[in-house]
């Protein structure tokens, strides 16, 4: 078995494949990128709607199986080795091992809107608001470049082979990031630290991550006392946002 053979979980069930076209809003105008098109169940459906469809599929039996439509370009080749080309909507029912990576890769690009399945449980971490016990580093990511929107969760047995857990369709629509900060590779790192011990008070996981962050433990005093003695789970990203900016002027 091929490494990528494990990614391939086909989407079958009619309904949903027609909901994710739907969902895509699509016209003549639209440049759709696919990343793995698989056998083309879903490319088809994409290339009756929209202008131009181009599909990225890393297995070439699957590739060579796209060549059938006159307005879909194929792209035979693993979607994180590619410079995408122009695309206005991306349309895919994605492997999943690569979601993460794939989406901040996405993200990089200018595009209008994104209709993307996941994992289920990785869409909720990618929507989900401060308090709740999926809300994360993804959550944060995601919200600083995207807006998400669950639109339905999809059961394992609308796709052949079924996967071990259920999927959900997510709505992407990129926007300028709703605060600021003054150094985002920085804020991301401090996210990283904040989370990697979730049960603990911030301050707590700031210490333990003082040397990922470049700071010494010094730093931690000008911090405001009564927001650092609280989880980062319960803390906005905003207020994350603001924290990080203070302690990126006492970098070492
Ligand atoms: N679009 C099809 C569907 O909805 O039924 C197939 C989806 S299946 C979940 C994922 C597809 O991505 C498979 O066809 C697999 O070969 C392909 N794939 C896996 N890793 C890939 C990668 N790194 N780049 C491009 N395609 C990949």
């Known amino acids: 078995m091929k490494w990528y053979k494990k990614d391939q979980h086909f989407l079958i069930d009619e309904h949903v494949l027609g909901r994710i076209t739907e969902y895509g809003n699509l016209n003549s105008l639209d440049t759709v990128l696919e990343i793995g098109a698989g056998f083309g169940n879903l490319t088809e459906k994409l290339a009756r709607k929209a202008g131009k469809v181009i599909a990225i599929e890393v297995d070439p039996e699957l590739a060579s199986s796209l060549n059938r439509f ?16 122009h695309f206005n909507k991306v349309i895919s029912n994605l492997p999943y091992s ?25 869409a909720e971490r990618m929507v989900a608001i401060p308090g709740s016990k999926d809300y994360g580093r993804l959550s944060i990511a995601v919200q600083y470049r995207a807006n998400v929107e669950i639109m339905e969760v999809v059961p394992r047995l609308a796709f052949s082979a079924p996967p ?3 999927s959900a369709i997510v709505r992407l629509v990129p926007q300028p990031p709703p605060y600021e900060v003054n150094d985002v590779d920085f804020f991301m790192k401090f996210v990283t630290a904040a989370f990697s011990q979730r049960r603990k008070k911030l301050k707590n996981a700031i210490l333990n991550n003082a040397a990922f962050l470049g700071i010494s433990d010094k730093a931690l005093e000008k911090l405001p006392p009564d927001m650092i003695d609280r989880r980062a789970e319960t803390i906005s990203p905003e207020e994350l946002a603001k924290l ?5 002027e006492e970098k070492i």
Request: charge should be negative; hydrophobic fraction near 45%; aromatic fraction near 12%.
């Open 164 to 166: 071990q857990v259920n």
């Open 98 to 122: 690569i979601s993460s990576p794939v989406t901040f890769k996405l993200l990089e690009n200018k595009f209008d809107m994104g209709i993307l399945m996941y994992q289920h449980e990785f």
């Open 244 to 248: 990080s900016d203070i302690l990126f």
């Open 70 to 85: 006159d307005n879909v370009e194929v792209i035979v080749g693993d979607a994180m080795k590619q410079d995408f080309p």
